[in-house]
């Protein structure tokens, strides 16, 4: 069965922190996965898109890693914003547009 | 640069009553649609997806139907709404085969 997996569900930290949020996927076909971030009450927006032969892409302060052997991402947030308060969605693409799984969403909150 | 709309951005319907949201896009031609529902504690869920005007595929069996009568406007609907209706309702768009997926405001509906 297809499925992504994050952790952990919610996470809070301080503004200027660093946090690293997980993913692991079971999915067959693989083509891709991303990072997508989404503020309350907003549609996701995409961070970083990786396929099986990247192992690290970076956008701003943020950078995505992807081990395709052992099924498992994660995202790097450097120096926290509190804008960067949202839920964080991997999504791991098996095949086409009608084959995304997504993940259920860390839920990030930095505090001042 | 292209944009999405939805509306409303919020609603709430007793049940039975019948349901149309709204979905355009500006901006580009031939998008492929999307519309999308996210439950409380879910995952987002592809309800149905769309290549070209008049044409859908429906990916969950339910009670809700789309539609695109022009290019760039699709329209979910409902006859008659059930409670397990409720959730946020996302428009997505993407151009060709790249599977980069950009989403709407949402529309945040509840079945009471």
């Known amino acids: 069965k297809n499925q992504v997996e994050q952790s952990p569900q919610s996470l809070i930290i301080l503004e200027g922190k660093n946090c690293t949020l997980q993913c692991n996927y079971t999915v067959s076909p693989f083509s891709n996965l991303r990072w997508y971030k989404q503020d309350t009450g907003r549609g996701p927006v995409s961070l970083t898109i990786?396929?099986?032969s990247e192992n690290t892409k970076s956008n701003g302060r943020y950078t995505a890693t992807l081990d395709a052997d052992t099924k498992q991402s994660s995202l790097h947030i450097t120096a926290s914003q509190l804008s960067d308060s949202a839920s964080y969605i991997c999504v791991a693409n098996a095949g086409n547009n009608r084959k995304l799984i997504w993940g259920l969403g860390t839920s990030l909150a930095v505090n001042p | 640069s292209q944009t999405i709309h939805q509306w409303p951005a919020t609603l709430v319907q007793p049940v039975g009553s019948p349901l149309s949201l709204e979905c355009t896009v500006e901006?580009?031609?031939?998008?492929?649609l999307y519309w999308y529902r996210q439950a409380a504690g879910r995952g987002l869920q592809l309800l149905f997806y769309?290549?070209?005007?008049?044409?859908i595929s429906s990916e969950v069996p339910q009670n809700l139907s789309a539609s695109r009568p022009q290019d760039r406007q699709f329209i979910l609907s409902s006859k008659k709404l059930l409670l397990s209706d409720s959730g946020f309702y996302l428009c997505a768009w993407s151009w060709g085969d790249t599977d980069t997926q950009y989403f709407g405001p949402g529309t945040r509906l509840t079945v009471l």
């Open positions: 901006g580009t031609s031939n998008p492929n």
């Open positions: 990786m396929t099986f």
């Open positions: 769309s290549v070209g005007i008049g044409q």
